[in-house]
């Protein structure tokens, strides 16, 4: 069964540096491109990040470039996502998500999310 | 920026009838379309992709239909594990979602 968990929110205060995790597990984790997809109450579901099959590919979106870097371990089946310079914007249940064709921008598969709070 | 506006914001349906859902974007995107199935407290779920593609393990009351910039998502016979909010997804450049429609019980 196809499964992705992420872990690693909490609260933290604005400026501060807090890192996401993803595990992945039944299904052929290199094959297939990966991302961050966050949520809040103000903007809806908003794309964060990607990163590609190999690792040597990311992309962001405009609200977290430069602050957000993403990476995986094909070796471990995780996907993280380190995030520097929080602010309170941030806020918002943050997801993994599978690219459901190699490196795809569709979503095959997310996990239940990760809640992160940016309050001081 | 391509937008995506869904409408109605919030859709009130008895179980059994349907459930038709638009989806619009501000530009051309071709079928480059998903929509989603959000529950609380559960993973976000792809139900149709290409506009009009089931996912797999998606039953057959689901439709998707359109092209260019007009989209609709029909649920027909709707049955209590249908309710929640549907988000569609432009996926023809960098992804954008819509702001969701909640379908909730009559």
């Known amino acids: 069964q196809m499964q992705l968990e992420e872990s690693g929110g909490g609260v933290v205060q604005p400026g501060r540096s807090l890192t996401l995790s993803c595990v992945a597990s039944g299904f052929p984790f290199s094959n297939y491109a990966m991302h961050w997809v966050r949520q809040n109450p103000g903007r809806g579901l908003e794309w964060v990040a990607d990163v590609s099959r190999d690792g040597g590919t990311r992309y962001y979106g405009d609200s977290v470039e430069g602050r957000f870097t993403i990476s995986r371990d094909n070796s471990k089946n995780t996907v993280d996502l380190q995030m520097n310079d929080v602010r309170v914007e941030d806020t918002g249940l943050y997801y993994c998500?599978?690219?459901?064709?190699?490196?795809?921008?569709?979503?095959?598969?997310w996990g239940r999310g990760t809640l992160v709070t940016v309050s001081s | 920026e391509i937008v995506m506006t869904q409408s109605p914001v919030t859709l009130s349906v008895s179980p059994g009838e349907r459930a038709t859902l638009s989806c619009r974007a501000s530009q051309t995107i071709s079928t480059n379309l998903a929509w989603y199935q959000a529950r609380r407290g559960q993973a976000p779920r792809l139900i149709i992709y290409s506009a009009s593609t089931r996912a797999t393990g998606v039953p057959d009351r689901f439709a998707g239909s359109g092209s260019g910039t007009d989209f609709t998502l029909t649920i027909s016979r709707l049955q209590s594990e249908d309710y929640g909010v549907y988000y569609c997804q432009r996926y023809d450049n960098w992804p954008t979602f819509g702001q969701g429609t909640r379908v909730e019980t009559k």
């Open positions: 998500a599978k690219s459901m064709f190699s490196g795809s921008f569709h979503f095959d598969l």
